[in-house]
C-alpha cells in the first residue's frame, strides 16, 4: 500500500515493480550481462540442434511416439545445455555452490520447460495436425522463456548464493 505523498501513490505505480524496473535498466548498463545473454544463446542454440537431431532419429528411425521421443531428446539436450551453461555461460561451476544443488534446480527448471514444450507439442500434431519435427521446433522455442528465466534468476542466480 502507498502512504499520502508517496510518489507511486500518485503515478498508481508498485513500488516493487519500479524497483524491479530499476534493476533491469541497471541490468542492461552491465556488458556482463550482455555477454551472458550471448553465451545462453549460444548454449540454448546447440541444445536445440541436440534436441531436433535426437528428436528426428527417435521418430524417423526408431518410430517413437512423438511424447517418447521429446522426452528423449529432452533429456540429451538438458545434459548438453546444464554443462555448458554451468562452466560457460554462467561461470557457476566456480562459484561454490555444489554441483548437486544447482542441477537440481536447473532439473526442476527444465522439466517445467517440458512440461510448456509437451502442451505446445501435442496441441501442433494432435489437435492442429501438423508434421512432428517442424511442431516439435516450435515448441521447444515456445518455452525457451520458462527456461531462461527460470535459469537466470534462481539456478544460477548470484542472488542465491
Not at 531428446?73 to 562452466?87: C, I, L
Not at 566456480?94 to 534446480?105: H, I, V
Amino acid at each position: 500500500m502507498s502512504r499520502p505523498g508517496d510518489p507511486s501513490a500518485r503515478t498508481g505505480a508498485d513500488p516493487s515493480a519500479r524497483q524491479l524496473g530499476s534493476r533491469i535498466a541497471a541490468g542492461t548498463k552491465d556488458p556482463g550481462n550482455w555477454l551472458q545473454l550471448v553465451r545462453f544463446g549460444l548454449v540454448g542454440s546447440s541444445g536445440y540442434v541436440v534436441n531436433l537431431l535426437v528428436f528426428a532419429f527417435c521418430d524417423q528411425v526408431l518410430e517413437l511416439h512423438h511424447f517418447a521421443g521429446a522426452t528423449i531428446a529432452f533429456a540429451v539436450s538438458v545434459t548438453n545445455n546444464f554443462t555448458w551453461n554451468r562452466a560457460w555461460t554462467f561461470r557457476a561451476s566456480a562459484s561454490g555452490r555444489r554441483l548437486d544443488s544447482q542441477g537440481a534446480r536447473f532439473l526442476i527448471v527444465s522439466l517445467v520447460g517440458l512440461a510448456v514444450n509437451l502442451v505446445v507439442l501435442g496441441l501442433l500434431v494432435d489437435v492442429a495436425g501438423l508434421a512432428e519435427i517442424p511442431s516439435q521446433a516450435i515448441a521447444v522455442v515456445t518455452a525457451l522463456p520458462v527456461n531462461f528465466l527460470g535459469n537466470k534468476l534462481w539456478t544460477f542466480s548470484t542472488l542465491s548464493r
